[in-house]
């Protein structure tokens, strides 16, 4: 009998034992969670800006989307000339079109101007900007275009591909058109001289209405796209009037406008007998110099610099 009872109490200790164990086991352990943080790093708001800044512009263009205040910075008329005078000094772009004639590019490419480069970046076309039309002036990356549909004038972006329409233009003369910044009112400015008028007038984006400029302005019948170097723009122009195509005439005269004083004066073009024969040219930014290549009958080729502007004396730099 006490053999049995021991065993029995064995029997009931080792059941109690086994279901303890049960127990412990099926228990799921209780393990201390991590509180899970965002890793990053922060940046103060100050620096932001100064980060955007040196951004090339189709990067620049994507930052946009990313929020409402980096939106704020990069639309802002002192970032974006900043952005650009950074860029001009450390990359240089060119923006090549396929095009009929004059008409506005169905499809544009933004290509380095370094000579080592080779690639290209298709650009989106601009919906809001009708197909017939063609580019009559540029200004920091920023292009005014003219539509033959409807004969009004755009400011666009052919990077972000947004656009801007000018006031309506109830004169419907021929007219000719510059496109700058003002440095001393830091805005982008139009300056436009009807023909055969002779008008001349400034809009600044942003306002509703042209302003006429006092004074006269030199007479002259066709001209190029304008170049602007150093707070001036210049044309080249000739001032006969013929019955034949304006473009087959040699320029005779450069028009220069001052950006700040709001003044016109004229210089002479270099004395290039290239000039007579015309075949093409135009008005260039060298090294901060102006510079005015041509091209003869013959498909030579000459480059001229203005090594002094107060005293307008060329240098022939090239001639092929």
């Not at 990077?159 to 006031?167: D, E, N, W, Y």
């Not at 496109?179 to 805005?187: A, D, L, P, V």
Request: proline share 6%.
């Amino acid at each position: 009998m006490k053999m049995e009872k021991k065993r029995a109490v064995m029997m009931e200790s080792t059941a109690e034992l086994r279901k303890k164990l049960m127990k412990e086991k099926n228990k799921t352990p209780v393990v201390e969670k991590k509180s899970e943080r965002k890793i990053g790093v922060h940046i103060p708001g100050h620096i932001i800006p100064e980060i955007l800044l040196r951004l090339p512009a189709r990067s620049l263009g994507k930052f946009r989307c990313v929020s409402k205040s980096w939106l704020s910075i990069t639309s802002n008329t002192a970032f974006v000339k900043a952005n650009t005078q950074h860029n001009l000094i450390t990359r240089r772009s060119l923006i090549i079109g396929e095009c009929d004639r004059m008409i506005q590019p169905k499809k544009s490419y933004l290509a380095s101007a370094e000579a080592t480069s080779k690639s290209a970046i298709r650009l989106q076309p601009m919906e809001s900007i009708p197909e017939n039309s063609y580019t009559m002036a540029s200004c920091d990356g920023l292009l005014c275009v003219r539509s033959f549909e409807n004969s009004r004038h755009y400011i666009s972006n052919p990077l972000t591909g947004q656009s801007i329409a000018l006031p309506l233009d109830r004169l419907r003369l021929i007219c000719k058109l510059g496109f700058y910044f003002h440095r001393s009112t830091s805005k982008y400015r139009l300056i436009r001289f009807k023909i055969p008028a002779h008008v001349s007038e400034v809009l600044v984006l942003g306002e509703s209405s042209w302003r006429r400029i006092p004074g006269g302005i030199p007479s002259f019948f066709h001209c190029e796209c304008p170049l602007d170097l150093s707070g001036k723009l210049y044309w080249l122009a000739h001032t006969r009037s013929k019955l034949v195509l304006e473009s087959e005439l040699p320029p005779d005269i450069i028009v220069i406008f001052d950006e700040e004083e709001e003044v016109y004066s004229v210089i002479c073009p270099p004395p290039s007998k290239k000039l007579q024969e015309y075949l093409g040219g135009n008005l260039v930014n060298f090294n901060g110099e102006l510079g005015l290549w041509v091209v003869g009958m013959n498909g030579t080729i000459d480059l001229w610099i203005m090594d002094n502007i107060w005293i307008k004396r060329w240098r022939n730099l090239y001639r092929r």
